[in-house]
């Protein structure tokens, strides 16, 4: 079974432009979230989906930072524009049951912001 | 507002030596989490504890959970060297998860 898919592994791009993650989660997981982590830092939660709907977002900076899960399948989480701060690994990670909620991650994509 | 504590956040130690880490957090919760990460990689699920008293164990290392002292604690039994890695707690309450800042645990041969 595959496990959760991330695109790009890798990103850099200079400050004020976009950008954009993508996160495919395991199959007939209901509940992606996406996290950001910073160095030497534990995964901090940015959004979480429960299929289309997004139950938590209060940690989104929404003047700069979108997400969306259209078909409650795979999602995408956008930066614009992007500061020198958000350099940092933006990870995905899916759960398939509310009760045990036991989150399985995605390799990450590792954004340097020049 | 739910805060997560892990001590120590760096250990070194040596093979074949027991130790343990601690995880504190300040609200009441019923699902607490460890999570392994290796330099680079990704977050491995490792424990599941859903239950006070709840104890488990894989391998050389072993979780519990004590929910009225609002603690758990990661018990490493004989570490080898490919148990270093960083270790991360995280506690689910209210539908809020949040993650300690990892143990850093370097094991010498």
């Known amino acids: 079974e595959a496990g959760v898919v991330q695109s790009p592994r890798y990103k850099i791009i200079e400050k004020k432009q976009p950008v954009a993650f993508w996160c495919n989660p395991i199959?007939?997981?209901?509940?992606l979230y996406w996290y950001l982590q910073n160095l030497g830092q534990g995964p901090e939660l940015l959004i979480r989906y429960e299929n289309e709907e997004a139950v938590d977002d209060s940690q989104l900076p929404k003047d700069r930072f979108s997400a969306e899960r259209l078909k409650g399948v795979d999602s995408t989480l956008k930066i614009q524009p992007a500061e020198l701060g958000d350099s940092a690994v933006y990870l995905c990670?899916?759960?398939?049951?509310?009760?045990?909620?036991?989150?399985?991650f995605g390799p990450g994509t590792r954004l340097t912001v020049l | 507002e739910l805060k997560v504590e892990q001590n120590p956040l760096f250990l070194s130690m040596q093979e074949g030596k027991n130790y343990t880490i601690y995880c504190n957090y300040s609200t009441t919760s019923d699902r607490l989490y460890w999570y392994r990460q290796d330099p680079g990689k990704s977050l491995e699920s490792l424990f599941v504890l859903l239950s006070n008293g709840a104890v488990k164990q894989e391998g050389r290392l072993m979780a519990s959970l004590d929910t009225k002292a609002r603690l758990s604690t990661l018990h490493i039994t004989a570490a080898v060297h490919d148990l270093s890695a960083t270790y991360f707690c995280a506690v689910d309450s209210d539908d809020k998860i949040i993650f300690g800042k990892g143990t850093r645990l370097h094991i010498l041969p």
């Open positions: 199959s007939g997981h209901n509940t």
């Open positions: 990670a899916s759960s398939q049951d509310r009760g045990l909620n036991e989150q399985f």
